[in-house]
């Protein structure tokens, strides 16, 4: 049984401005006036090693993880109240999804963001028809993209044999997890990103739409 993990922001999410509009303001209040590049560089990431970061670029000591955690929940909180109940979702993702299962495909999440926006995004996706078979976030594991473990967790939780999976990844560290958990890859040049930077995908397409079940089959085909 073939299965496609999908990431979440930046994949099937529209959700770029969003993170970067909550990034900024906490950045803002660390005295870091966040660049795009700078954003663009961290996207995808776990909170932790960002906020570190952001403590780094602002000349800051580094808080403990109680407050380190207190600060990635109040951009969350922000980042959910951005998106609010109108849904980004990548168009052609619902479709894409609908045409997989309806071919017995089965589908998951694998992403970096916390678990209470991945709940989120679900609940918000199932009232658009969307529903996933399994999903992972970087709450499940230890150690975040470009490390295989979300992908071979959610491939578990579905499971799949590694080697039957398909990822659609927008970042190069989840096109290098992907190849590192033995996986094929679709880089998605969305907002933000490139296509010379997601070189390293077995196939990189600029829209979502550009993907259907056949495309997907002969990738996993290829991968095993």
């Given at each position: ?136 976030c970087g709450c499940d594991v230890k150690r975040s993209k470009p490390n295989p473990d979300v992908f071979l967790l959610a491939a578990e939780r579905l499971q799949v044999p590694p080697q039957e999976c398909v990822v659609v990844e927008d970042a190069p560290a989840g096109i290098e997890a992907a190849h590192r958990a033995g996986m094929a890859s679709v880089g998605l040049a969305s907002k933000g990103r490139t296509r010379s930077e997601l ?26």
């Amino acid at each position: 049984m073939p299965a496609v993990i999908f990431d979440l922001d930046g994949t099937l999410l529209d959700s770029y401005d969003a993170h970067f509009e909550a990034w900024s303001a906490l950045a803002a209040e660390l005295g870091v006036a966040l660049t795009e590049s700078q954003f663009q560089s961290q996207f995808g990431r776990k909170n932790e090693p960002i906020l570190e970061e952001l403590h780094e670029w602002a000349g800051k000591d580094v808080p403990g993880d109680a407050q380190l955690a207190e600060l990635a929940d109040r951009k969350e909180a922000h980042y959910r109240a951005l998106i609010g109940q109108v849904l980004p979702l990548m168009p052609g993702a619902a479709q894409l999804i609908e045409q997989l299962q309806a071919r017995g495909w089965v589908v998951a999440i694998g992403s970096s963001t916390p678990r209470v926006n991945l709940e989120f995004a679900q609940a918000a996706m199932a009232q658009h028809g969307v529903k996933f078979d399994a999903a992972a976030c970087g709450c499940d594991v230890k150690r975040s993209k470009p490390n295989p473990d979300v992908f071979l967790l959610a491939a578990e939780r579905l499971q799949v044999p590694p080697q039957e999976c398909v990822v659609v990844e927008d970042a190069p560290a989840g096109i290098e997890a992907a190849h590192r958990a033995g996986m094929a890859s679709v880089g998605l040049a969305s907002k933000g990103r490139t296509r010379s930077e997601l070189a390293s995908a077995m196939c990189v397409v600029d829209a979502m739409a550009e993907l259907n079940v056949d495309l997907l089959d002969g990738l996993a085909r290829a991968r095993a």
